[in-house]
């Protein structure tokens, strides 16, 4: 019985009877080994089927289907009445640091059952917890909870503020349950920073769009691997006081400002793997997202798309590290040939393991419609305005081609953190479908890898939604715009552009990340809509 859900119910009866069949095969050559042999008959196949409410289920049903509770498996004269195994909890966890006004999100994942079935009571602990207790246990003297919320997510108060939290939790299906899970906090509701960069944004994003209008996020999130390095605490962000640097702290910052800006489309870039499987997917699941993602090679981060599941369904995924693209599929022959010209660029070049995740989806309202979304964090050297473009001509070339293979004449969105500001060569092939060999980029990293030539896009110009914003990434050494979110104009036009923090703001700590932004880059947000 212990088979793959998506199987036809024919295979599980054919396995049932055929293994009857063995063990009748063996009892008889026991027989004859023991003299009681008679004579050979062919023996009829056990008759094997399922029923249910009096009707026989056909085979061609999947299993996750086909068994119902009540259901009756007949096996030759011999009826047996199905149970289904009741939903269990196998992943239930609560987050590690719990801030007050930050949306507390727990990990779960239930087998034979549905966590959007689940039943969900939040409790408070009635006395204030010391940190000498036990963690994630109550005390040896239980002062007692109080009911504070039934939802699947909840928001602390600040009267919340000192103490622990409980959650008990019912795997659900539809209408049948299982064991409840109790889990209570390692330590107590700790207050929050006060007003976030973010918070004045979220007045323009109260409420999710109605289709057609699509919201669309870019942000690279700052993976914790890069935070938590001396460079970053000593050179790049000593500024950003430390306990504001720490994975768990901007976890809650990051998950709030994503939950509040009730997006239909979020591209993701430096994605720990672990904050994506532990962190970001079931906080977003709980918010209706679904997501995808693609670790970058030889690193502990990647790109993660995420999107509204009820406004959108993923068709497929085309993923590609650039760097192996252009060195092994022929559709890049000419542009590695030209580049081949530089071998130190080239060199170089094919060491990056930068990737481009490609995403399409299909418009649930208006199944006909799909959309191809690209997501990429390119290259990062001051320096490397060569190597960018090339990886960017590799990433138009295949989007240009898996268009036309999946989806002919579905609309772009393509985000991410470029590393480019509006006069560099990328930016220019983007809305210009051209770079002449003239760039300065072609020898941005001196004349030993220059490598100068005529660049075209196989995809018309496209247009930076967002503008060109003064800055995306505010640091102490750097201000400027890196990140974009382009879309073809002949296809969406922009609705509504989520207007970035002011200068005041964004310097109140001097610069990012700080207490109240847990980011160095600043998310990008559009309403779009589709053309008629």
């Known amino acids: 019985m212990l088979r793959d859900q998506d199987e036809p119910l024919g295979k599980v009866l054919a396995r049932i009877s055929n293994g009857i069949a063995k063990n009748q095969s063996k009892a008889k050559k026991s027989k004859k080994n023991r003299g009681q042999e008679q004579p050979d008959e062919a023996a009829e196949p056990t008759v094997v089927k399922l029923f249910y409410d009096g009707e026989e289920v056909p085979e061609t049903v999947l299993n996750a289907e086909a068994w119902q509770d009540g259901s009756v498996l007949q096996v030759g004269d011999v009826k047996y009445s199905v149970k289904r195994n009741a939903p269990t909890f196998t992943t239930a966890e609560l987050p590690v640091s719990l801030l007050a006004g930050f949306p507390v999100c ?211 995924s085309h993923d590609i590290m650039l760097s192996e693209a252009l060195s092994s599929d022929p559709m890049h022959a000419e542009l590695l040939e030209k580049v081949s010209a530089n071998g130190a660029l080239k060199n170089k070049i094919l060491q990056r393991s930068t990737s481009l995740q490609v995403t399409f989806l299909e418009d649930l309202n208006k199944p006909s419609r799909k959309v191809c979304v690209a997501n990429t964090h390119l290259y990062w050297h001051p320096k490397g305005g060569n190597v960018r473009l090339v990886q960017m001509g590799v990433a138009l070339k295949h989007l240009s081609h898996v268009i036309s293979e999946v989806a002919p004449g579905a609309p772009l969105v393509f985000c991410g953190d470029f590393n480019s500001t509006p006069n560099a060569g990328v930016f220019q092939l983007l809305s210009e479908a051209v770079v002449p060999p003239q760039h300065a980029d072609w020898s941005s990293s001196g004349p030993e890898e220059s490598c100068s030539m005529e660049l075209l896009s196989d995809i018309p110009p496209l247009l930076s939604a967002c503008g060109l914003p003064a800055y995306t990434n505010y640091v102490r050494g750097f201000q400027g715009c890196l990140d974009y979110i382009f879309i073809q104009p002949d296809c969406m036009q922009v609705e509504q552009v989520i207007p970035l923090p002011s200068l005041e703001e964004v310097t109140t700590y001097e610069a990012l990340p700080s207490v109240a932004h847990p980011s160095d880059h600043i998310a990008l947000v559009c309403d779009l809509r589709w053309n008629p």
Not at 287 to 313: I, M
């Open 106 to 316: 727990p990990k779960l994942e239930v087998e034979f059952g549905n966590v959007q079935d689940c039943e969900f009571t939040w409790f408070r602990e009635n006395c204030p917890h010391t940190r000498s207790e036990a963690p994630g246990k109550a005390s040896d003297q239980d002062s007692g909870w109080t009911q504070v919320g039934c939802e699947r997510v909840y928001i602390p108060s600040n009267q919340d503020i000192s103490f622990r939290l409980k959650l008990s939790c019912t795997p659900k299906d539809g209408s049948r349950g299982g064991l409840a899970k109790e889990l209570v906090s390692v330590g107590a509701v700790e207050a929050g920073p006060g007003v976030c960069l973010f918070d004045n944004r979220h007045a323009f994003t109260a409420k999710v769009t109605d289709w057609p209008t699509v919201r669309v996020v870019s942000y690279n999130i700052l993976a914790d691997i890069y935070a938590q390095t001396d460079l970053s605490k000593t050179v790049l962000y000593p500024y950003c006081a430390p306990y504001a640097l720490q994975l768990d702290y901007r976890q809650n910052l990051i998950k709030k400002e994503l939950a509040g800006y009730n997006c239909d489309i979020i591209c993701l870039q430096e994605v720990d793997k672990g904050v994506y499987v532990d962190s970001l997917t079931p906080a977003l699941d709980a918010f209706g997202l679904n997501g995808v993602f693609k670790v970058k090679e030889k690193q502990h981060e990647g790109l993660a798309t995420f999107y509204r599941r009820s406004k959108f369904r993923l068709l497929s």
